[in-house]
């Protein structure tokens, strides 16, 4: 099931084991607090983890023993398990008599990451639910925000909430982190707007060079040289600087290069959708050509600090004259 059902397939009781995969660590961590808080009493007593990595062959049977044990003073007990990728043969060796028959007090919780792992299919074992905590679509984040936004009482139009997204690009820890600052913010029966968002919300390092990057693109030197000023007073040197706008470039590069479509872009670059998309969108403005040689002037001016050749304040300042410049110059 998408994590947006989970909450409400819990008003039926907990299934006896779970496993949660995928990217998006706030639907872990947020689901594994509505388990605590809806069935837990006594949760220093009644909660014990493990690690995945180190269940290798008969360790597996800790886990079943710790799972068979009953709650003290609580509904339920929850034994939590990260990252279990067992072999076919460990599974059906160590796994498979409990998954058959699971302790119905006990709520077994697998938190597994996102990709393909080696090892048995955990999806296909018995007694299991199945919740995707892949990152959320761009309309499910919008939803969540407005949702949010409305339960505590507070009004926050469109306009804002897709500024939220924008500036936490659509991270699901920072997109729930930046909106309870802003409830908090508003104070109760209080309303949200864009210029609140501008002033509260912590633009992601990654926003405030796409900052940059479409300020290039405009030819807008003031906005580009605010943006880099506010770099530098959040604690980044000319190094880390150009660093983050070499990384930016190439990923600029990679987008403009493959043709195909957002999603699948994302997950060939390990990025968030809605990143792409916002990247694309520059990468075409820009031109692959122009795209190709602002990457390759950052990763010079790189090598010229390695070397020595250059200073990093003169190697960005180099870079700065190339980005707000070099077209114009026909460089």
């Known amino acids: 099931m998408k994590f947006v059902l989970f909450k409400k397939s819990l ?23 509505m388990l605590k808080e809806r069935f837990l009493q006594e949760p220093s007593l009644n909660f014990c983890s493990f690690r995945g990595e180190t269940l290798k062959g008969a360790a597996l049977s800790e886990l079943a023993a710790a799972a068979q044990a009953y709650p003290f003073l609580s509904e339920k007990r929850i034994v939590k398990v990260t990252d279990l990728h067992p072999s076919e043969r460990e599974f059906a060796a160590y796994l498979q008599e409990y998954f058959r028959n699971p302790q119905p007090s006990t709520v077994l919780l697998i938190v597994n990451g996102g990709g393909k792992a080696k090892g048995f299919d955990l999806k296909k074992a018995p007694n299991v639910t199945y919740v995707d905590c892949s990152k959320a679509d761009d309309e ?11 339960r505590a009482g507070v009004r926050c139009d469109t306009e804002s909430c897709e500024r939220i997204l924008r500036y936490c690009l659509a991270d699901m820890s920072r997109v ?4 309870e600052k802003l409830i908090a913010f508003a104070g109760e029966n209080g309303e949200v707007t864009a210029r609140d968002v501008d002033e509260v919300v912590y633009r992601d390092t990654d926003f405030k060079i796409y900052e940059m990057t479409d300020a290039i693109g405009k030819g807008n030197a003031g906005k580009y040289m605010t943006v880099l000023r506010e770099l530098s007073e959040k604690g980044m040197d000319e190094t880390a600087v150009l660093n983050s706008l070499g990384f930016y470039f190439k990923n600029l590069f990679d987008i403009a290069s493959l043709s195909k479509t957002d999603a699948e872009t994302a997950q060939l670059l390990g990025m968030r959708e809605y990143a792409v998309k916002m990247s694309r969108r520059q990468a075409d403005g820009l031109g692959r050509k122009r ?41």
Do not use: C
């Open 11 to 33: 008003e039926e009781g907990a299934a006896p084991i779970y496993l949660f995969e995928g990217e998006e660590e706030y639907f872990k961590e947020r689901g594994e607090e």
């Open 291 to 331: 795209v190709a040689e602002l990457y390759m002037r950052i990763v010079r001016a790189l090598d010229d600090v390695k070397s020595g050749r250059l200073s990093p304040q003169g190697a960005l300042l180099a870079v700065n004259a190339r980005m707000l410049f070099g077209a114009a110059q026909g460089a």
């Open 176 to 179: 729930a982190s930046e909106t």
């Open 140 to 150: 499910t984040v919008l939803r969540w925000i407005f949702t949010r936004f409305r």
